[in-house]
């Protein structure tokens, strides 16, 4: 059965932006953090107030990001506007990913707007413009044309990348595309030998329960930070 590294899930963002995304890091001292128009994630390599205050260098005025972690000291510079509580849930080996749907097609960044547009009605503010050159998505289409599902990849670190982006146009939900997607992106990562997982919001029980019935389990809940340079 396999489980996600401590070492490496307690701060997932910051070992993701040193190693496989450090080609999109903006850095500086202790913290990293992804362009605003990528990701509203930034991380530090431990809680403590000189890595916020470099934190702080990194934001534009009363620009927000999130970070995780249990804890961080307060600083003049920045504001916690509040947190989340998310589980991170792995698929186990034994778990075999059915052959999925014929109607998924690969999208990219060139169906950016689309993909902004349909995740702006589930999760607003999280999927950007250049969310999707974190890695790999995939969507289904209506019969004329439009995007109404999509799943990819959002943090990579070294043997596990993080399925996300998972989304269904309310007017299609029921109908399996979301198991669908998520599947076809983790028969990619079986097939390279990865071992796919994810984030969830705690809160999000309709989404948790259908992880759980496509076999995903829980490793550990981590909290998120939304953090605000306050000038």
Not at 90 to 112: F, R
Not at 130 to 156: H, V
Not at 168 to 193: C, F, M, N
Request: proline residues 6%; aromatic residues 8%.
């Amino acid at each position: 059965m396999n489980d996600l590294p401590e070492n490496l899930f307690a701060n997932a963002v910051w070992h993701a932006l040193q190693s496989k995304h450090s080609h999109l890091a903006l850095s500086a001292g202790e913290a990293s953090r992804y362009p605003a128009d990528v990701a509203p994630f930034a991380a530090v390599a431990t809680p403590s107030i000189s890595a916020l205050q470099y934190l702080h260098s990194l934001l534009t005025p009363n620009e927000y990001v999130w970070l995780i972690g249990e804890s961080y000291p307060s600083i003049s510079e920045l504001s916690c506007l509040g947190t989340l509580m998310c589980l991170q849930m792995v698929l186990p080996d034994e778990i075999v990913p059915p052959t999925p749907i014929s109607n998924i097609v690969p999208i990219s960044c060139a169906n950016a707007n689309e993909m902004v547009a349909l995740t702006d009605i589930a999760f607003p503010g999280f999927f950007r413009s250049r969310t999707c050159a974190m890695g790999s998505y995939y969507g289904i289409r209506s019969g004329d044309g439009q995007l109404i599902a999509m799943a990819g990849e959002r943090l990579i670190l070294s043997g596990y990348p993080e399925i996300s982006g998972v989304c269904t146009h309310p007017s299609h939900r029921g109908k399996g595309y979301a198991a669908s997607l998520i599947w076809r992106v983790a028969q990619d990562h079986r097939r390279e030998g990865l071992v796919p997982w994810l984030h969830v919001s705690a809160e999000n029980h309709h989404a948790i329960e259908l992880y759980r019935r496509m076999g995903f389990r829980e490793v550990r809940r981590v909290k998120l930070h939304r953090i605000q340079r306050n000038d």
